[in-house]
Nanobody, 115 residues
Framework: QVQLVESGGDLVQAGGSLRLSCSAS????????MGWYRQAPGKQRELVAE???????NYADSAKGRFTISRDNAKNTVYLQMNNLKPEDTAVYYC?????????WGQGTQVSVSS
């Protein structure tokens, strides 16, 4: 069974930083596009950032200049470095792995940013 396990969520003050990690198992990690999504209370889940198997990245406008997505194929892990966090970044952050018809989700990790 495919597993995506997120970690790194926490409560931080505005302006602070966090690094989220997502460890994948039972997939050919290097072949998948990996992404980070988030869902705030009462809102739809939205893309934050993604990185293709070739290393190309794509960011939501809200994440540009503050967040960096990276991957380590040797460790089957994708990261999201988040700097200058804002209260509006508060959400559950989900890891996603997708490739053609395959689409997998982690269980989520809570990020809370206090003002």
């Amino acid at each position: 069974q495919v597993q995506l396990v997120e970690s790194g969520g926490d409560l931080v003050q505005a302006g602070g930083s966090l690094r989220l990690s997502c460890s994948a198992s039972r997939i050919t990690f290097s072949a998948f596009t990996m992404g980070w999504y988030r869902q705030a209370p009462g809102k739809q889940r939205e893309l934050v950032a993604e990185i293709t198997n070739g290393g190309n990245t794509n960011y939501a406008d809200s994440a540009k200049g503050r967040f960096t997505i990276s991957r380590d194929n040797a460790k089957n892990t994708v990261y999201l470095q988040m700097n200058n966090l804002k209260p509006e970044d508060t959400a559950v952050y989900y890891c996603n792995a997708r490739r053609t018809v395959w689409n997998y989700w982690g269980q989520g990790t809570q990020v809370s940013v206090s003002s």
